[in-house]
């Protein structure tokens, strides 16, 4: 059996990028993540142990998006590293961010980096 947590469309505000100006007035950022392990125990327990806690995932998402960064991929590393080191049990992560409104000459829903990684 296949099992993923999927936690859509997170909008966080946040203060990510390499120009000046988005260090100062920030923007929104859209995180999606998907979590495969083994949570097929938990369909017969109704145990929160057996199963990957999606609310510590949202947390550990909105903790690394407070810290600073030039790069979204620098941002999805750490969220990928700190899930894994919290639930071992993990077997994928893959992680999407997108920046809502990224300072280019052009009209557009955002530019996103989605990184994932296999344990």
């Known amino acids: 059996m296949t099992s993923k947590i999927l936690l859509e ?29 083994d949570i ?8 929160l142990n057996d199963t990957i806690n999606y609310a510590l995932i949202n947390d550990i998402i909105h903790e690394e998006m407070e810290i600073l960064s030039h790069l979204l991929e620098h941002v ?9 080191s919290e639930f071992p049990q ?22 996103s980096v989605e990184i994932e990684e296999i344990f």
């Open 9 to 37: 469309d997170i909008k966080i505000y946040a203060y990510h990028g390499v120009l000046p100006e988005e260090k100062i007035l920030g923007t929104y950022y859209i995180i999606n993540a998907e979590i495969v392990a």
């Open 40 to 47: 097929t125990k938990a369909t017969e327990t109704d145990d």
């Open 90 to 111: 993990v077997q994928k992560i893959k992680i999407k961010i997108t920046k809502t409104r990224p300072p280019l000459r052009a009209e557009m829903k955002g530019a």
């Open 76 to 84: 999805a590393g750490r969220i990928i590293r700190k899930i894994k």
